[in-house]
């Protein structure tokens, strides 16, 4: 930092920065800002040029060796195979080159999509920004588990703690304040006015002007501490790897036997020594991991198009293997829009109307049959709601300040903050009690925030006078047992075990109709009290229980009856009421009427052993806290599931790391949950988990696919020669022949068929093993079987050729030439799917496959038909009758699978019939 920012009151920053601690920068002048101090990025790592990236995809060896063979060719003055070899050569550098350059776009687009997010003022209003957008002057909101996202000098700090441990080394979170220092040279630990980026918000929350960015920041200076993403290969990039490395051996011997006979068989050494290269070139399966690599980047871009946006590339596999989702309640499997419906007070039931956050509702009480508009004990507890809060009440983009405004439409009413929270605000609103209103004479001095292990939030108001008041809120449970008097009938009474066995009676009604249950208490304090919550925190006086209803998402409903159609267990975890629980998870569908669940107070009196037994028979967890997560995490695993495991908050991190595929909340979820997952919900929803599994099982399928085709087609080129020169036959390819198979079919169409569309029926599969071969379920029989066929079926249609011709080794060869390229494009519809025939996945349904087919059989005829080819690949054109052998011979397989498809399909609609 140039200035010693921590030094200066805070009117001196306001006015070095220009900023505003209400209205934030204009847009205008943050545009300005940004143009001039540049982008808030530690600067990266120099990237590959396009130009180093294409000279790249000659570095191969066997590639260099053909182009030294090329040259070779050129001296010796056969320049038309020279020039074609090396123009065989470019193309496929240019598809490799495409394939990698594809590859490199989605991964940084991925990054951008999951690139840290920021909370700002900016003309007086609150709007989520890309961190990278922060200029100096910003105002910054700052919350829990957030990652500070630039060097901040605090405006207000409550209860404010930060993990610093990135910078300085220390495991304690930092305190901090606004209070400037004391002392000339004050270390960057002893900062405690200053939040500094990178640095992680543990407790509490606060506001701060941004004085720094990018590498202007303490992070920036500090090079070394950059944190990059690791982009490493999944673990089935590893084994084919590994796959690749032991096929290139084979190969290179096969070649190597194959020269060798040649060889000893009097065939001229150049051409089997180009041969030998060739077969090697057109063998090695060179393709397999940019397919593979394509294949995974287009499914990341598919799932982030249903608004799953995948940070770690392994968990794109993992998501086929996924055997149980647990999932949070709130605003993943509801619509985390809550609405206050019942309100219980001075012993009596008022129900609320109204949709939403809209603050327009009555207050009824049925029983009386009458509207309720006033009482102490609802004003108080309308008083609690308005301000033991921290979100604000929205009318479109228009901050509600205290003023009621009438709308046309219920949607423009929307809150920034909790939704528990904006359903409060909008109660308190129904009864014409604001916040902005209250707080003209009553001033907030002290909060303690809500987290999900204490499950209460406690403020302190001073009034004009300094009397000082707390107002509490939270779970009902926990709230009874800090109450010890209530608020009943305009008089603050002694709370009797008769007075709470009611409300716990009142609350399990209310759960039972599945509404959040709140319950509301406060306290006026000595004007001596120690504000600490041990202190604060006792004695309170109980005044209402809020129910409200965050209604399940409909496609959640749905996508649970997916996932019991795949296998996939889900599971509910919610800190509520175990029978709100329940009324929502049999809403969902998710359980009947014996199914089990437990609460974090009955798994805590269980042993491990005792709790991994009942895992699998559990579908609910309630009252759980994020500590309970990373024990259901273990004990699933520990039973063999491979475990997805949603979170938002700081505290369920661990569990989030933990899990196999582990999910944060894209709208909701912390920087530091985000960090510790591997796939991030744009829409907090869960029928997105489900959509990314199906994305991931079809992105699995696809690859196994591309192994399929290529590795068959290459069995095919490796035995076609091998077989040839063991039987003493000429040679029934040339190398550039070779070479050509290798470019028309390896190119295109297997990339086409890398990007497929998924089966129909992947949902209705089981879940795969993770430890499961790619060769699993017969797929190495298929690979030999097909290779073989295509093999055989290339050198009889040679043999044919040979006997029809008169041992015309120019029309033999290009039979034989054409019956492989053709072989393999047939080939490539049949791996479409595994399980079910192309005519019933749909030939047309990847058009992109067929295009490719169609340039692939087109570039095969350029090379019969026209005259400058046939010279170059020494080809001559083909009659019918050899087209006839040709086709009967590499499509046969596929015509029988259409004959019998389209003969045996009527019949089995008409079974159906009868049946139904």
């Not at 096929?247 to 011997?253: W, Y």
Request: glycine share 8%.
């Amino acid at each position: 930092m140039v200035d010693n920012w921590f030094q200066m009151e805070l009117k001196e920053v306001a006015a070095r920065l220009g900023a505003d601690w209400e209205k934030g920068l204009s847009d205008k002048e943050a545009q300005h800002r940004l143009k001039q101090y540049g982008h808030n990025r530690l600067r990266e790592k120099k990237k590959i040029s396009a130009l180093q990236m294409f000279l790249a995809q000659f570095k191969d060896f066997m590639v260099m060796v053909l182009i030294g063979a090329t040259l070779v060719s050129g001296l010796l003055g056969e320049y038309a195979d020279a020039i074609t070899i090396l123009a065989i050569i470019i193309i496929n550098a240019v598809l490799g080159f495409i394939q990698e350059r594809r590859a490199e776009k989605s991964m940084e687009a991925l990054k951008k999509l999951t690139a840290p997010e920021a909370t700002v003022i900016r003309e007086s209003e609150q709007v989520t920004i890309s961190a990278g957008e922060l200029v100096p002057g910003d105002i910054v909101l700052l919350e829990t588990g957030d990652r500070i996202p630039a060097d901040i000098r605090l405006v207000s700090s409550i209860n404010m703690e930060v993990d610093e441990s990135l910078l300085t080394g220390e495991s304690v979170p930092v305190k901090k304040r606004i209070e400037i220092p004391q002392g000339e040279k004050v270390g960057i630990g002893d900062q405690k006015n200053m939040a500094f980026s990178g640095t992680i918000i543990t407790r509490g929350r606060g506001k701060g002007v941004v004085i720094a960015t990018g590498m202007k920041t303490e992070m920036g200076q500090i090079a070394g501490l950059m944190q990059e993403v690791v982009e490493e290969d999944t673990p089935l990039q590893k084994r084919l790897a590994q796959l690749g490395k032991w096929l290139v051996a084979l190969c290179l011997i096969i070649s190597a036997i194959v020269v060798g006979l040649g060889i000893y068989q009097g065939k001229d050494l150049f051409q089997m020594f180009l041969a030998g290269v060739s077969l090697a070139v057109a063998a090695i399966p060179e393709g397999l991991p940019a397919v593979v690599t394509i294949a995974l980047a287009v499914g990341v871009q598919r799932m982030i198009r249903r608004n799953a946006i995948i940070r770690k590339l392994p968990a794109v596999e993992t998501l086929g293997c996924a055997t149980v989702i647990c999932s949070d309640k709130t605003g993943t499997l509801t619509q985390n829009e809550m609405t206050v419906r019942q309100v219980w007070v001075n012993n009596q039931i008022l129900e609320i109307s109204g949709q939403g956050y809209d603050p327009k509702g009555e207050f009824f009480d049925s029983e009386a049959g009458s509207i309720v508009k006033e009482g102490l004990e609802l004003d108080k507890a309308l008083t609690i709601s308005a301000l033991c809060n921290n979100s604000t009440l929205r009318k479109s983009k228009t901050v509600i300040g205290g003023l009621f405004r009438r709308s046309k439409s219920d949607r423009d009413w929307n809150i920034v903050g909790d939704p528990t929270e904006g359903a409060l605000l909008a109660l308190g609103a129904k009864g014409g009690v604001w916040r902005e209103q209250l707080e003209k004479s009553f001033y907030r001095v002290e909060e303690f925030p809500f987290d999900s292990d204490r499950k209460r939030m406690t403020v302190v108001y001073r009034d004009e006078n300094g009397a000082k008041e707390a107002l509490v809120k939270g779970a009902p449970d926990v709230m009874l047992a800090l109450c010890d008097k209530i608020l009943l009938n305009g008089q603050i009474r002694p709370l009797t075990n008769h007075l709470k066995d009611l409300i716990r009676k009142q609350n399990s009604q209310m759960a039972n109709q599945a509404l959040r249950v709140l319950a509301m208490a406060y306290r006026t304090l000595s004007p001596g009290a120690i504000l600490e919550p041990d202190n604060v925190e006792k004695e309170l006086i109980f005044v209402a229980l809020a129910g409200m209803i965050d209604p399940p998402r409909l496609q959640a409903k749905k996508a649970i009856q997916v996932c019991e159609k795949a296998g996939i267990k889900t599971v509910m975890i919610t800190g509520d009421h175990h029978l709100t629980a329940m009324a929502v998870a049999r809403e969902l569908g998710m359980v009947g009427q014996n199914t089990r669940v437990v609460t974090g107070t009955e798994m805590e009196a269980m042993p491990d052993k005792e709790f991994e037994d009942i895992v699998d028979d559990v579908a609910v967890y309630a009252r759980v806290s994020p500590k309970h997560k990373l024990r259901i995490v273990r004990a699933l695993k520990g039973q063999g599931h491979v475990v997805a495991m949603t979170g938002d908050g700081v505290n369920d991190a661990p569990a989030v790391k933990e899990a196999d595929i582990g999910i944060s909340m894209g709208k909701t979820g912390t920087d530091v949950t985000k960090e510790a997952s591997a796939m991030v919900l744009s829409d907090d929803d869960f029928a997105t988990i489900v959509a990314a599994v199906e994305e991931g099982r079809g992105i699995y399928d696809n690859i196994r696919k591309f192994i399929r085709y290529l590795l068959s087609c290459n069995v095919g080129e490796v035995l076609v020669m091998f077989l040839a020169a063991l039987g003493g036959l000429p040679l029934p390819l040339l190398p550039i022949q070779i070479l050509w198979v290798n470019l028309v079919t390896d190119g295109l169409p297997a990339m086409a068929l890398g990007v497929d569309n998924k089966d129909p029926d992947v949902m209705s599969r089981k879940p795969r093993s993770p430890k499961e071969s790619v060769f699993s379920q017969g797929l190495g029989t298929k690979i030999m079987l097909r290779g073989i066929q295509i093999a055989v079926g290339t050198l009889v249609v040679f043999v044919l050729g040979l006997v029809i011709s008169g041992n015309d080794l120019a029309l033999a060869r290009t039979m034989a030439f054409t019956t492989l390229v053709f072989s393999q494009l047939f080939h490539v519809f049949e791996c479409k799917s595994e399980r079910h025939t192309v005519f019933q996945v749909g030939i047309f349904s990847n058009m992109y496959l067929v295009g490719a087919v169609l340039v692939s059989t087109t570039m095969q005829l350029t090379v019969i038909y026209l005259p400058f080819f046939q010279t170059v690949f020494k080809t001559v054109p083909l009659t019918g009758l050899e087209w006839s052998i040709i086709l009967l011979v590499a499509g046969g397989k596929l015509m029988f699978t259409a004959l019998m498809y389209f003969i045996f399909r009527p019949i089995a609609r008409r079974l159906a019939f009868l049946k139904v």
